[in-house]
C-alpha cells in the first residue's frame, strides 16, 4: 500500500484541515498515512475526525457535508516533530536550524523509505529546501521545479516551473520540458503531450533571451520532445498545448495573475447582480452556475503542485489548503509514485 | 484644437473601422484629425460614414446601434501615404524600407507639428520603432516603454512595461516607474500614485536580480516615487498600488494572461448555463449582467496602450481594434497631450 507523509502542521489551516484531509484521502484513495508534526495535536484531530467529524469544503458545487471517517480501519502512522518552520522564515537556513521540523521529518520519512510521497501545504520554500537536501536532485537534473495543472477549455495544462526557479538558464527550461512532458503523459496520460514555450508572440525571435534560446534548444531536440513552439499568455487555456515552459518568475506571476483576475471577475459579478431587485434575483439563480466554474476553476481541485526533479515525491499545496484541496493533493502524491514519473524522468537521462 | 495623426491602414479591421473610430472621436471629443493611408481608401470610408454609416460594437453593455456622422462639420485633413507595413514584417527594417508607409507618415505629422499625437492599430513593433526614430527619446529614458490601463475592484491601475522591452535593467524599470507614476498623476488625476514593482512574494528579498535591484532602486528614491513595495500576480486587481513596473516580458505575458482568463471564465459559464433548458433561461436573464462586466473589462474600453518616452504621443491600440476602441485611443491621445504628460516627465529629469 502507497504510504504518504504529511507534513500536519504547515498551512494557514493546520492542523485541523490537513489532518482532516489526508484521512479523507486515505478512506477514499487507499492509501496509509503518516502524519508528521506535534503527536498529542495530530491524535487530538484524529479523534476529532473520528467523532465530530468535519465539514467538506468544497467540490460538487460548492455542496458542504459533515463527514465523519472510522480512523481505526485506516494505516495511519504518527510520526512526533516537535518544531515547526513558520511562513516568514529563511527557507535554506530554517531547514538546517530545525531538524525536528515537522517538514524536514516528513521528507526524511520519504529518504528514508518509511513513506513513499510527501505532502506539504506549508512553507514552499522549506517544502523545495527540504526535499532539495533531503531526497537530492534525480541525475541529468540541474534544478527542481514547480509543476503546476491548470484547467483549460479542453484537458488541463501544465505549467513548469510555477515558482521554485526565479533566475534561469535555457538548459534549466529545456529540463523542464523534459520533466513536464513525462508528468502529462504519465499522471495526466495525455500521449505526446504537446510543449510550448511561455512567449510574448509566435515567432522564433520573439522574447527575451531565455525564452529565444529556449526556443532553440528545444527545436534541436525534436526527436524527444513534442515541441510546438511559442504560446503566448492568453493561449494557456486554449488547449494549444499541453506543457508551458517558463522560469519561475514569469510562471508563478502568469499563475497568480489567473487567480486575481478570476476572483475580480466574480467579484464584479456578484457586484452587478447586487445592482438592484431583478439582478438579486437572476444572480441567485445563476448562483449555482457561478459555483460550478469557481469549482472546476479552483486551485483545490488540482490538489498541489508536484516538486520535480527531487528523488522522491513531493507535493505543495496552496497555504490556504482545506481539507478537500488536501485530499486532492494526496490524490496526486499517490498517482505520481504509482505511475513512476520520476524513474521516468531518470530514465530519460539514461537513454 | 488639438490634432490626432490616425495611421488608417493599421489593425485587422482597417481601414473602415478606423476611420470610423477616429470621425466618431472627433465629433465626441472635438479634435481635429490627420488621418494618413491611402486617400482613396481613406475618402471611400469617410463617405461612407457620412451616408451608410457605421455600427458601434461595444460601451453601454454592447447594444448596437448605427451611427452616422457629418464629416463636413469636423477639421479632417488627409494625408496620402502608399505603403502599409503588414504584421509579420520585422519593424526596425520595415520602417527604414517604407518611408512612405502609413505608420512612418503619421508619426512624422507629429514630429513635424502637423498633429499632435498619433495613433495606431496596427504592428506594435513598426508604431515603437517608427515613433523612436521618428520623435526621439525624452532626455533621461533610455528605453521608452507601453502602459497600459487596466480595470480593478476600484480605480484603475497602470501596468509599465506592457511589451516594448524584454530585456531589462533595473535602471530601465525605475525610468518606468517615474513614467507609470507621471502618467497615472497626470492623465488618471491619481494623486500621489503608488508605485508596486511585480514580483513573486511581498518581501524585499524575493525574486529575481531584476526585481530584487528594482525594489532597492527605488527604495533609495522614495523621495520622488511613492514606492509601496512588492506586488504579487493575484494583487494587481486588488487596488493596493496604481502603477505596477516590470519588464515587458513578464508585463506582457501577464496581461496576455488576464485576457485569457477572462476569455476561458466567460466560456465556461456560457457552456455550464446551455447545459439544460433551465440554465438556457437563467443564462438569458444573467446575460446582460456578464455583459456589463465584460464592458468593464474589454480592452476597448481603455482605448490602448501609451508609448512613454518618446518625445510625443504615441497610443497604440489592439490590432483587433474597431471603431469604439480607437474613438477612445484618440480619447486617451487627447488627454495624453491636454495634460502635458511628456513635458512632466522631461520635467523630473530637469530637477
Not at 79 to 95: D, F, K, L, N, R
Not at 126 to 141: D, E
Not at 298 to 314: P, Q, R, S
Given at each position: 500500500m502507497t504510504r504518504?507523509?504529511?507534513?500536519?502542521?504547515?498551512?494557514?489551516?493546520?492542523?485541523?484541515?490537513?489532518?482532516?484531509?489526508?484521512v479523507w484521502a486515505a478512506q477514499e484513495y487507499g492509501v496509509a498515512l503518516e502524519l508528521v508534526g506535534k503527536q498529542d495535536r495530530i491524535e487530538q484531530e484524529l479523534d476529532r475526525v473520528c467523532h465530530e467529524g468535519f465539514y467538506s469544503d468544497c467540490g460538487k458545487a460548492g455542496k458542504q457535508r459533515r463527514i465523519r471517517i472510522d480512523t481505526s480501519k485506516l494505516d495511519?502512522?504518527?510520526?512526533?516533530?516537535?518544531?515547526?518552520?513558520?511562513?516568514?522564515?529563511?527557507?535554506?537556513?530554517?531547514?538546517?536550524?530545525?531538524?525536528?521540523?515537522?517538514?524536514?521529518?516528513?521528507v526524511d520519512a520519504v529518504a528514508t523509505g518509511s513513506s513513499d510521497a510527501v505532502v506539504a501545504a506549508g512553507s514552499t520554500g522549506?517544502?523545495?529546501?527540504?526535499?532539495?537536501?533531503?531526497?537530492?536532485?534525480?541525475?541529468?537534473?540541474d534544478r527542481p521545479a514547480i509543476a503546476v495543472t491548470l484547467p483549460?477549455?479542453?484537458r488541463p495544462i501544465v505549467v513548469i516551473d510555477a515558482g521554485a526557479n526565479s533566475n534561469c538558464s535555457p538548459e534549466m527550461l529545456y529540463?523542464?520540458?523534459?520533466?513536464?512532458?513525462?508528468?502529462?503523459?504519465?499522471?495526466l496520460g495525455i500521449e505526446h503531450p504537446r510543449v510550448g514555450v511561455l512567449n510574448i508572440g509566435e515567432e522564433a525571435g520573439k522574447g527575451n533571451e531565455l525564452a529565444q534560446h529556449t526556443y532553440k534548444l528545444l527545436e534541436d531536440h525534436q526527436e524527444r520532445i513534442n515541441f510546438v513552439g511559442n504560446i503566448e499568455g492568453k493561449e494557456i487555456f486554449l488547449s494549444v498545448c499541453d506543457v508551458v515552459v517558463c522560469d519561475g518568475f514569469v510562471g508563478n506571476v502568469a499563475l497568480k495573475v489567473t487567480e486575481g483576475t478570476s476572483?475580480?471577475?466574480?467579484?464584479?459579478?456578484?457586484?452587478?447582480?447586487?445592482?438592484?431587485?431583478?439582478?438579486k434575483i437572476i444572480g441567485l439563480l445563476a448562483k449555482p452556475f457561478m459555483k460550478r466554474i469557481y469549482t472546476k476553476i479552483?486551485?483545490?481541485?488540482?490538489?498541489?503542485?508536484?516538486?520535480?526533479?527531487?528523488?522522491?515525491?513531493?507535493?505543495?499545496?496552496?497555504g490556504r489548503s482545506?481539507?478537500?484541496?488536501?485530499?486532492?493533493?494526496?490524490r496526486v502524491a499517490k498517482e505520481a509514485v504509482e505511475t513512476g514519473v520520476n524513474e521516468k524522468i531518470a530514465k530519460f537521462y539514461e537513454e
Open positions: 504518504i507523509a504529511i507534513d500536519a502542521m504547515g498551512g494557514d489551516h493546520a492542523p485541523h484541515e490537513i489532518v482532516a484531509g489526508a495511519i502512522k504518527i510520526t512526533h516533530a516537535s518544531e515547526i518552520i513558520e511562513m516568514g522564515e529563511a527557507p535554506g537556513q530554517a531547514i538546517r536550524k530545525k531538524k525536528k521540523s515537522s517538514i524536514v521529518l516528513a522549506a517544502a523545495m529546501a527540504s526535499s532539495l537536501f533531503g531526497l537530492g536532485r534525480i541525475p541529468g537534473i483549460t477549455i479542453k529540463q523542464f520540458a523534459v520533466m513536464g512532458a513525462t508528468f502529462s503523459k504519465n499522471v476572483q475580480m471577475l466574480f467579484r464584479m459579478l456578484k457586484q452587478e447582480f447586487k445592482a438592484d431587485l431583478l439582478g479552483n486551485y483545490e481541485e488540482f490538489g498541489g503542485a508536484l516538486l520535480l526533479g527531487v528523488k522522491g515525491i513531493t507535493v505543495i499545496s496552496h482545506k481539507a478537500y484541496a488536501i485530499k486532492n493533493a494526496v
